[in-house]
């Protein structure tokens, strides 16, 4: 068996999510994790489930089971640790790291790459793969997550933590210069 990132959309119909559930029970799935997301087209449910079943066969499964947008992607025994518990922990280590914040953004969203881009933060919106998340009006954070489009839960999740990593509702320069970066230059911006 493996374990799968299995995400789709559904209609808001009662017992959608009980037939998704029993497509992946007919291919011997066994679903470990569950969450429900808004996003722009309705709801978007994620499972992470350890099935016998290869990748297109889950998704042909849950496509004749209504589900529509199928995406699945390998997982890992790491993405079943309880979500509330990671964001905390991950919420704690950015308030005393903040210098920490992409990649601790990157964690908090499975993302596989995180990196700072300065100036105007536009993003590409039609490519759903990544994801902009302004911090200063000068200064943001593009995570990258092949396979998987980012929702928007997930694009207020980020928001929210890059707020937890400022002290006291103020973003004073200094928590957002880098190790090594000169204060004057954090201060400018640069």
């Given amino acids: ?15 959608r ?28 449910d994620e499972f992470v489930a350890d099935i016998p079943a290869t990748p297109e066969s889950v998704r042909a499964a849950l496509e ?17 640790t309880d979500e509330p518990t990671r964001a905390l922990l991950l919420a704690v280590r950015v308030r005393g790291m903040p210098w920490t914040l992409p990649t601790l953004l990157a964690e908090l969203l499975h993302a596989d790459d995180a990196r ?8 590409d919106r039609s490519d759903r793969t990544r994801l902009v998340v302004p911090v200063t009006s000068r200064r943001a954070i593009r995570l990258r997550r092949a396979g998987l489009p980012f929702t928007l839960t997930e694009a207020a999740r ?16 200094w928590h957002w210069a880098t190790p090594g970066v000169h204060l004057k230059s954090a201060v400018m911006g640069l």
């Avoid at 789709?8 to 009662?14: I, Q």
């Fill in 17 to 44: 999510l009980a037939s998704l559930a029993s497509a992946l029970a007919a291919r011997g799935g066994n679903i470990l994790g569950l969450s429900v997301q808004s996003d722009t087209g309705g709801t978007v």
């Fill in 158 to 173: 980020a928001a929210s933590f890059v707020r937890l990593a400022e002290q006291g509702g103020e973003r004073p320069a």
């Fill in 116 to 123: 700072w881009i300065y100036g105007e933060a536009g993003s």
């Fill in 64 to 80: 004749a089971a209504g589900g529509h947008q199928v995406t699945v992607v390998p997982a890992t025994a790491h993405e079943l």
């Fill in 1 to 15: 068996m493996g374990f799968l990132r299995i995400r789709t959309a559904v209609d808001e119909r009662p017992g």
